[in-house]
């Protein structure tokens, strides 16, 4: 809460020090209060809200969430686990950057949109900001994300490249562009596909759909590398918090025991543990392995 809200309230500075004084309320930056500073925990994503709220309130009412804070708000995963605090005023205003708020001067005919009530850079002005500054495997998984979620469609993430040309960190991450795809379910995914394409053998399925000789369902896999005669190697990648729970460790070994019980599907799983080396060259050397003639 800024300090102009507490005083609407009828909440007076010498209330609001006491209050932090006592601990029952903390002062992240000069005039702005946070009521509930234990926080939410290990809730990444409300983390990640948290800090784009605090940019906007700490440079008042005409402040413009960019970057990871407008891409938070825009719904995109994949970003850092610890949050950024980005935001930007109209018409490439300078100002200094405040404690954790990081102040961006963009003055490029950035648009922007409302969400919450919060003003924030446009989808195609936020990747360009937030993705050259990114490590490969997070970038990746924030185009995915984007595209996956609808935050923005094909066209204009080409546009959005076309807005982050020139930007620093942004020539090791050209390739990116082109690999992105909706169909990745989830920031892990990303990871594991930039290892394996990293590693010389990208899948050639995302989303592999497994049937039984009757034709009905039986699972859809990740990623998958045709290895000849209708058969196939298939990559699940396991989330902590989606395949963690006691019901969905059996969903998942159920399922894996039908794709098996087909015959013609091999299978690898990693997790969130697993380098992108290991994973990569895990894959090159089952699929040698798999590929290679028997006598």
């Known amino acids: 809460m800024a300090l102009a809200q507490c005083t609407a309230h009828g909440i007076s500075r010498a209330t609001a020090a006491r209050r932090v004084a006592a601990g029952s309320w903390a002062r992240p930056v000069s005039g702005v209060y946070d009521l509930a500073p234990d926080g939410p925990g290990d809730d990444h994503e409300a983390r990640r809200r948290r800090a784009a709220w605090l940019g906007v309130l700490a440079y008042g009412p005409h402040a413009i969430a960019v970057g990871p804070s407008a891409l938070t708000m825009l719904g995109v995963a994949g970003l850092p686990l610890e949050p950024r605090s980005e935001v930007t ?12 708020v990081r102040f961006r001067r963009f003055d490029d005919g950035m648009r922007t949109v ?27 998984a924030v185009l995915d994300s984007a595209l996956a979620r ?3 469609d094909a066209a204009g993430l080409d546009l959005a490249h076309a807005v982050a040309r020139g930007r620093r960190g942004v020539a090791t991450h050209h390739d990116l562009w082109a690999l992105a795809d909706s ?20 899948p ?6 497994v049937r039984d000789a009757t034709g009905a369902f039986v699972g859809r896999a990740d990623m998958a590398w045709r290895l ?12 902590r918090d989606v395949h963690g729970a006691p019901r969905a460790v059996y969903a998942d070994r159920a399922r894996q025991n039908a794709m098996l019980a087909t015959g013609r599907v091999e299978m690898l799983r990693f997790t969130g543990q697993d380098s992108p080396e290991q994973i990569g060259a895990v894959v090159r050397r089952t699929l040698m392995q798999l590929r290679r003639p028997t006598a």
């Open 89 to 100: 005023l109209p018409g490439g205003q300078a100002r200094r950057s405040r404690g954790p």
């Open 114 to 140: 409302t969400v919450q009530g919060m003003r924030v850079a446009a989808p195609r002005w936020a990747i360009a900001q937030c993705v050259p500054e990114l490590s490969r495997a997070r970038a990746l």
């Open 150 to 152: 609808g935050v923005i």
């Open 183 to 202: 169909r990745a379910e989830s920031p892990l995914e990303s990871y594991g596909r930039l290892a394996c394409v990293e590693a010389g053998v990208p």
């Open 204 to 209: 050639h399925v995302l989303q592999l759909v």
């Open 228 to 239: 000849g005669g209708g058969r196939w190697l298939v990559v699940e990648m396991d989330g």
